[in-house]
């Protein structure tokens, strides 16, 4: 047994779920997980979920970091941020100079916000969720308020939209993209989640890029490309994440868009590991709940001593629009094939397949969402 402990950096679902998978492997040696946030458990979905169910930061989260820490028999240090790694002698130094070894070390930093590069002084203002003390923000900005506006028409960006209305908002979604969620569903399937999401009261300014902001007493003033002008009370940007990679980075540690890592989970150094939404697995960075899971429990089996590779079987995400329940597998880019596409009024089932008709992936809104798990079951692996 090693007497330096596996420290874990992040205490998002990566880096908890990684320490429960390993505590039931290994009860005897200790990790240390450094947070730089409270440390306590919350499941992340929630937040775009919650404003419509009266949901509070509180009643989101799940257990404290003590809580955790009990339950996982394990130290964790809240409000502490790593502020360099050294490989060579195997240690952390924390913000204020403090130096912790470690016998082997996992980055579970997770990714930042990415912020559209825009002018006037509102743009400091604009508001974004990823993490719960960014909701406490985004509730404490609402209050009084009557009117969102948010910058994207992606995964996150449509889910705040609806949520956002079901709470009693008036929500516009800017995007640059023709159609919402661009990125994961053919014409088909935009244009339904569209139609679904305006009935529920969402304006779409889609084909549009936002270039000024301006504040105008209490709102703020968005000036679009096209010239067209838009008067709000606030700003929320969800146009996507770029995993932390600048710590690694500055160690010395390979990145790409992400942390590499292969398919154990292991960076360029032996001890280093990395998973979540900061890791590059094999050239994919998969932010999302299911791969973290396949991920941790992976990268458990290796800290407790057999080198196991990950596999990421098929893992469709679900689209959380109550408003148009939707349930996506999107393609790998590397595929060929074509989008075959059946709606009607109450759904739109999109197939994405091969030349010799074999299933390469899926777009299922409203009605035939139901068929989701039967066909999930033809989907190839993402990672075999
Ligand atoms: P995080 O949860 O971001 O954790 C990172 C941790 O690292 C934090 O504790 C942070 O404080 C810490 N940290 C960072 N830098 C340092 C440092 N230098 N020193 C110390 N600590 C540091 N996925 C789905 O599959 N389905 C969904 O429906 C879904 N909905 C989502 C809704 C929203 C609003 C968001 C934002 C994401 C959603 N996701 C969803 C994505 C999913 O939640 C994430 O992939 C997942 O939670 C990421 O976990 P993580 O542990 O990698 O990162």
């Not at 390993?22 to 404003?51: C, Q, V």
């Not at 900005?141 to 956002?164: H, M, R, Y």
């Not at 606030?234 to 990145?255: D, E, F, H, K």
Request: one cysteine or more; a negative charge; charged letters at 20%.
């Amino acid at each position: 047994m090693s007497v330096q402990p596996i420290i874990i950096i992040g205490s998002g679902l990566a880096g908890y779920t990684v320490a429960r998978e390993f505590r039931k492997l290994d009860t005897e040696t200790s990790i240390l997980i450094i947070s730089a946030d409270h440390g306590g458990f919350y499941s992340k979905p929630m937040l775009s979920n919650a404003l419509a169910t009266g949901k509070t930061p509180a009643s989101i989260l799940n257990a404290s970091s003590e809580k955790m820490a009990e339950q996982l028999k394990m130290t964790i240090r809240p409000y502490s941020r790593v502020s360099a790694i050294d490989p060579s002698s195997k240690t952390v130094t924390l913000q204020g100079g403090e130096k912790l070894v470690y016998s082997k070390l996992v980055l579970a930093m997770g990714a930042d916000p990415i912020r559209l590069p825009l002018e006037g002084e509102g743009a400091e203002d604009i508001l974004s969720v990823n993490d719960l003390d960014d909701y406490q923000r985004l509730r404490d900005a609402l209050e009084g308020k009557k009117d969102v506006t948010i910058l994207g028409a992606g995964l996150i960006g449509c889910e705040f939209a609806n949520d956002l209305t079901m709470a009693g908002y008036r929500v516009r979604v800017i995007d640059i993209s023709p159609q919402p969620l661009g990125r994961l569903l053919p014409q088909a399937g935009g244009a339904f989640m569209q139609r679904k999401l305006e009935a529920a009261g969402v304006v779409f300014y889609l084909g549009a890029a936002t270039r000024y902001v301006e504040r105008i007493h209490e709102s703020l003033r968005l000036t679009l490309a096209n010239g067209e002008i838009i008067q709000t009370d606030i700003v929320l940007s969800a146009v996507g994440l770029r995993p932390r990679t600048a710590l690694a980075q500055a160690a010395g540690i390979a990145i790409n868009r992400g942390i590499s890592v292969n398919r154990s989970l292991q960076t360029c150094y032996e001890d280093i590991y990395a998973l979540g939404d900061c890791a590059e697995v094999e050239g994919r960075v998969l932010p999302f709940v299911m791969p973290i899971m396949h991920a941790a429990r992976g990268l458990a089996a290796t800290l407790a001593q057999t080198l196991t590779a990950v596999r990421y079987p098929a893992m469709p995400v679900l689209v959380k629009t109550p408003s148009c329940p939707a349930v996506v597998s999107p393609p790998d880019t590397s595929f060929q094939g074509e989008w075959l596409v059946e709606e009607d009024e109450n759904g739109v089932k999109a197939l994405f397949k091969s030349a010799e008709d074999k299933l390469l992936g899926y777009a299922l809104l409203g009605a035939s969402t139901k068929e989701k798990n039967a066909l999930a079951a033809h989907l190839p692996a993402v990672m075999e």
